[in-house]
């Protein structure tokens, strides 16, 4: 497993997309649509503000849900503390949103997933329901409400 290094506060689950290429800005355009979507859908006055370095950041995505995010070259690692599954989510569909708006769908890339240390594709997590990469109802109800915030959300 990989290092957080400015990210260390956070512990948890760990998972990271990786890009053949990633221009610069795309870390920065997901680290505001997150500040921007834990303020739209504030759960109570617990979420802090993010703390921003060059390259990474901290934030709390909901009330239970602390994640370290960073860039690596061409990967964006991150590790976050409870609601894994959400987090994954919410952060690939802020990275779609981006590819779409600001990189006229050019931007590919994986999602890769820790399980038991060993890198593992996310739809094969999810295929075959290790947790905590597969989703219950709960969460499928919170990145719902993340889709009408990207609707209604400019970049």
Same mark, same amino acid.
């Given at each position: 497993s990989t290092t957080m290094a400015k990210s260390d506060s956070v512990v948890g689950h760990r998972f990271r =997309? *990786? =890009?053949d290429y990633l221009p610069d800005g795309v870390l920065e355009r997901i680290i505001c649509l997150c500040v921007n =979507?834990? /303020? !739209?859908a504030r759960e109570s006055s617990k979420e802090s503000a993010p703390i921003l370095h060059k390259n990474s950041a901290i934030m709390q995505l909901k009330d239970d849900c &602390? %994640?370290?995010?960073r860039r690596v070259e061409n990967t964006i690692e991150v590790a976050v503390s409870g609601g894994a599954a959400f987090a994954v989510r919410v952060l690939e569909r802020m990275l779609k949103r981006v590819a779409e708006d600001a990189m006229h769908n050019r931007l590919k890339w994986k999602v890769l997933v820790d399980n038991k240390g060993k /890198?593992? *594709?996310? !739809? *094969? %997590? &999810?295929r075959r329901k290790i947790a905590p990469w597969f989703e219950d109802i709960e969460e499928k109800n919170? %990145?719902?409400?993340y889709d009408s915030f990207l609707a209604s959300t400019f970049i």
């Open positions: =997309f *990786e =890009f =979507f834990v /303020d !739209s &602390k %994640a370290g995010i /890198d593992m *594709e996310l !739809s *094969e %997590a &999810k919170l %990145a719902t409400n």
